[in-house]
C-alpha cells in the first residue's frame, strides 16, 4: 500500500510540474524564399486545393477522401479530408482571411486521431531582391491538461520535430514546384 501511495504522489508532484512548466501556447513557423514574385506565389498559395500539389501531409496518403466545399480562394472555403494515416487524420481546414500578397489564415478542425482547432496561416512578403519570403506556421492556446498533454506528446515523442519536418518538405515542395514552372513575365 506505501508503495501504491508513493507512486501516486510521484505522479501527482510530476503532473503538478508540467502544470507549472509546460506552455500553454504551441507555435510552430518555417519559412522559405522561393525565386519568384509576391503575386506569383500569392496567387498559387490562397487557394488551398493547390496545396495538394506540394503538401507533405498528403503525400502521406494520397488515397485520402476529400471534399471541397464553397469558392476556393474566399474566405469560407473549407477543404475537408479523411484518411486511415494517423498522421494525416480526419479534419477540415477553412480560409478565415485572405490579406493579399500577405496573408492566408485558416483554422484546421481536427477530427481524428485527436479533436482540436488549431490556427494556421501562410505569409508572403517580398525581399529586397524581389524574391518573397513565404512563413507557414500554426498556432494555438490550450486549456488544462490539453497543454500537458501537448507538452508530452510533443517532447517526449518528438511530435513537434515531425511537424517541423513536414512543413519544411511542404514548403520546398512549394518552391520547387513555383520554381520550375516558367515565370508567367519572362522574370
Do not use: C
Not at 524581389?130 to 517526449?156: H, W
Amino acid at each position: 500500500m506505501k508503495r501504491i501511495s508513493g507512486i501516486v504522489l510521484v505522479l501527482v508532484l510530476a503532473l503538478g510540474v508540467l502544470a507549472v512548466v509546460a506552455p500553454r501556447d504551441f507555435k510552430l513557423q518555417r519559412e522559405i524564399i522561393i525565386n519568384r514574385p509576391v503575386d506569383v506565389v500569392f496567387a498559387h498559395v490562397k487557394f488551398l486545393q493547390n496545396h495538394d500539389k506540394w503538401n507533405a501531409w498528403k503525400k502521406l496518403d494520397p488515397e485520402l477522401q476529400q471534399e471541397f466545399v464553397g469558392t476556393d480562394g474566399t474566405v469560407g472555403f473549407k477543404s475537408a479530408w479523411e484518411s486511415d494515416n494517423q498522421d494525416v487524420g480526419t479534419a477540415e481546414q477553412e480560409i478565415t482571411e485572405i490579406v493579399e500578397n500577405q496573408k492566408i489564415g485558416t483554422v484546421i478542425r481536427f477530427k481524428k486521431p485527436f479533436e482540436a482547432d488549431i490556427d494556421s496561416y501562410l505569409l508572403t512578403e517580398t525581399e529586397a531582391d524581389g524574391r518573397t519570403k513565404v512563413t507557414m506556421g500554426m498556432e494555438d492556446q490550450m486549456p488544462f491538461p490539453m497543454y500537458i498533454i501537448s507538452f508530452v506528446v510533443n517532447v517526449v515523442f518528438d511530435q513537434q520535430q515531425k511537424l517541423m519536418d513536414h512543413t519544411d518538405e511542404s514548403l520546398k515542395g512549394l518552391k520547387w514546384l513555383l520554381e520550375s514552372v516558367p515565370s508567367p513575365k519572362g522574370e
